[in-house]
């Protein structure tokens, strides 16, 4: 995937030099963090054009294919207050709706029914500020900051369990493990597991002024996709566009 982004740049369609609007190494990594068996695909999502207001238009498609889901991320990257995935796999069916490419007036995007199978639980957590805007570098620095604290104490817990620790470009996610069916008892349990680590950080957080978002349990959840640009609002008076990235994989330490 790395080795495409190289060959686009050097064509001329996309430029990666810096300052650059996003980073091939962890669009790599954050692309196979999704699942590409023969049943199911991937949907890519971009909200919030900046050129032509964040209301204007949901873009979105479906891939079976990561370097053309790469590519497009890549193209969209800082054009848009954020290109995202689904972090659990939709059915295959849905490829059909914009196949291998993205389609900028999409009417459909996945659903929670439309969700193959649990891959992952996510952890949320972002900056107290007001909407619409980028957080600052001190912002930022503690709600990172937080979900590492989080993710130490998961690991520890369960060794076994994949844990990713990221930077969404305006706070900090969390990635856990969780494989099980797509159906309500998964839903309850992911429900549960997120309102327990809030209640247990909940000094922490408090202290920080760091939100963790409870209601991410559902199937079909977006997520920053990790190497791409987080851009929301205007970046003066400290609000910051960043880069998103993974900062540590426990199925890659030692």
């Known amino acids: 995937i790395i080795s495409r982004l190289a060959d686009k740049e050097a064509s001329g369609n996309i430029s990666m030099e810096q300052p650059c609007n996003f980073d091939a190494n962890n669009l790599a990594e954050a692309i196979m963090l999704l699942d590409w068996s023969d049943d199911t695909c991937?949907?890519?999502?971009?909200?919030?054009?900046?050129?032509?207001?964040?209301?204007?238009?949901?873009?979105?498609?479906?891939?079976?294919?990561p370097g053309l889901m790469i590519d497009a991320a890549a193209k969209w990257s800082g054009r848009v207050e954020g290109v995202y995935v689904v972090l659990n796999p939709p059915i295959r069916r849905l490829l059909a709706r914009s196949a291998n490419r993205l389609n900028p007036y999409a009417k459909h995007t996945t659903k929670d029914s439309e969700v193959a199978r649990r891959r992952w639980l996510f952890v949320d957590l972002d900056p107290t500020r007001p909407a619409g805007l980028s957080s600052t570098d001190e912002e930022h620095?503690?709600?990172v900051q937080c979900a590492r604290r989080i993710f130490d104490d998961l690991h520890a817990r369960d060794p076994g369990k994949r844990l990713v620790l990221a930077s969404s470009g305006n706070g900090g996610h969390i990635l856990a493990e969780f494989n099980y069916p797509n159906d309500d008892t998964a839903t309850a349990r992911a429900q549960h597991v997120l309102v327990a680590i809030a209640n247990q950080f909940s000094d922490l957080l408090t202290h920080n002024g760091i939100e963790l978002d409870t209601t991410t349990h559902n199937a079909a959840r977006l997520c920053k996709l990790y190497g791409t640009m987080a851009c929301k609002g205007d970046p003066i008076d400290g609000n910051v566009h960043r880069l998103s990235r993974i900062l540590e994989d426990t199925d890659v330490r030692g």
């Open 141 to 143: 620095e503690r709600a």
């Open 42 to 65: 991937n949907e890519l999502r971009c909200l919030g054009n900046r050129n032509l207001g964040w209301k204007h238009a949901t873009i979105s498609g479906y891939f079976t294919d």
